[in-house]
């Protein structure tokens, strides 16, 4: 079981990013996604999640109406689209998978998420 993130890098504010998280070694249908951040010296926060049954989505509200995430299931990849990126958007990006859904709140602090990615490091500035 892997999950595997890609398609951090540098970008000025006001730019955009997509990053993938590509799975093997498990069905991913079956599985909830989410994208977590962790910036220098805070904790790790929920950023956006993906059910597994009907692909219902949220996000925290920070990044509501700049962050999208969508999933490929034939393609075994979950992405994060991210646009009109902020300073404070800058931070390491993992995934993880939870058989859980969004119903839960608690989500949003990784509670029932496993198989944690490398992450990758996204950098907002000028």
């Known amino acids: 079981v892997q999950l595997v993130e890609s398609g951090g890098g540098l970008v000025q504010p006001g730019g955009s990013l997509r990053l993938s998280c590509a799975a093997s070694?498990?069905?991913?249908?079956?599985?909830?996604i989410g994208w977590f951040r962790q910036a220098p010296g805070k904790e790790r926060e929920g950023v956006s999640c993906?059910?597994?049954?009907?692909?219902?989505?949220d996000y925290t509200d920070s990044v509501k109406g700049r962050f999208t995430i969508s999933r490929d299931n034939a393609k075994k990849t979950v992405y994060l689209q991210m646009n009109n990126l902020k300073p404070d958007d800058t931070a390491v990006y993992y995934c993880?998978?939870?058989?859980?859904?969004?119903?839960?709140?608690?989500?949003?602090?990784?509670?029932?998420?496993?198989?944690w990615g490398q992450g990758t490091q996204v950098t907002v500035s000028s």
């Open positions: 993880a998978r939870s058989w859980g859904t969004t119903r839960d709140p608690a989500w949003k602090r990784g509670a029932g998420f496993g198989s």
């Open positions: 070694g498990f069905n991913l249908d079956l599985w909830t």
């Open positions: 993906i059910n597994k049954s009907d692909g219902s989505t």
